[in-house]
């Protein structure tokens, strides 16, 4: 899987977006972008994912660059429990649930929501 | 229930001494996993069940880790001999084959101290 490279940390005000970048320059062609994030004491969650085409649903909007080097996660109107660490992840989709499937996250991005 | 299910939610043990932890993953998910997470770390994936076929056990860190998955259901990790490097939060996942991503679905983790 391609490495990813994500800030340590962010600070977002409640009710302003937060846009969270994500680099991932060594991305294959059949690798998408994953988004999970992990709220204090509980397991990670899945937000969001794609291979190249902007994404939303009804917890975040993914924008990926043309050239897929680089994705940014927006929550649109972030509130206080949106205060998670986020992990953003490239990996092959796969419709079989082989051990390629397993998740490797790295230290990700602490958002920090405030009010 | 609706979700993954672990248990304990914390467990304290001391040095050299066995412990179980136990997963009851969604209702009708055939693939299972474990991953563990020290403090302030990723996700280390630990071993897959998917179904009959056999586990993947690539991730255990030594032979003191084992884990079983009874009627393809609900799984059992065991720690013998613990050590206090063994302390972490152990997360359990499952997932539905099929479908064209790898949404899967976290329980909220039982954390393991060692003294």
């Known amino acids: 899987d391609a490495k990813t490279t994500q800030p340590p940390s962010m600070d977002c005000a409640e009710g302003r977006a937060a846009n969270l970048p994500c680099n991932h320059s060594?991305?294959?062609?059949?690798?998408?972008v994953y988004w999970y994030r992990q709220i204090h004491s509980q397991g990670p969650q899945y937000i969001i994912h794609?291979?190249?085409n902007n994404e939303t649903n009804e917890m975040a909007s993914l924008i990926i660059t043309e050239d897929r080097k680089s994705s940014t996660l927006i929550l649109p109107h972030a509130t206080l429990r949106d205060t998670a660490v986020y992990y953003c992840?490239?990996?092959?989709?796969?419709?079989?649930?082989?051990?390629?499937?397993?998740?490797?996250f790295g230290t990700g991005t602490r958002l920090q929501v405030t009010l | 229930g609706a979700g993954v299910s672990q248990s304990p939610s914390n467990k304290v043990t001391e040095k050299g001494k066995d412990v179980e932890l136990r997963c009851d993953p969604i209702?009708?998910?055939?693939?299972l996993y474990w991953y563990r997470q020290s403090l302030g770390q990723g996700l280390e994936f630990l071993i897959y069940?998917?179904?009959?076929?056999?586990?993947?056990k690539s991730g255990l860190p030594s032979d003191r880790f084992s884990a079983e998955r009874t009627g393809g259901s609900v799984s059992t990790l065991t720690i013998q001999r613990t050590q206090q490097e063994d302390s972490a939060v152990y997360l359990c996942?499952?997932?539905?084959?099929?479908?064209?991503?790898?949404?899967?679905?976290f329980g909220p983790g039982t954390r393991l101290t060692v003294l």
């Open positions: 996942a499952s997932r539905s084959t099929g479908g064209t991503y790898n949404e899967q679905f």
């Open positions: 060594t991305i294959s062609g059949n690798e998408y």
């Open positions: 794609g291979l190249k």
């Open positions: 992840i490239v990996r092959v989709a796969t419709s079989s649930a082989g051990t390629a499937s397993k998740l490797t």
């Open positions: 209702s009708g998910h055939t693939a």
């Open positions: 069940f998917q179904g009959n076929s056999a586990p993947d």
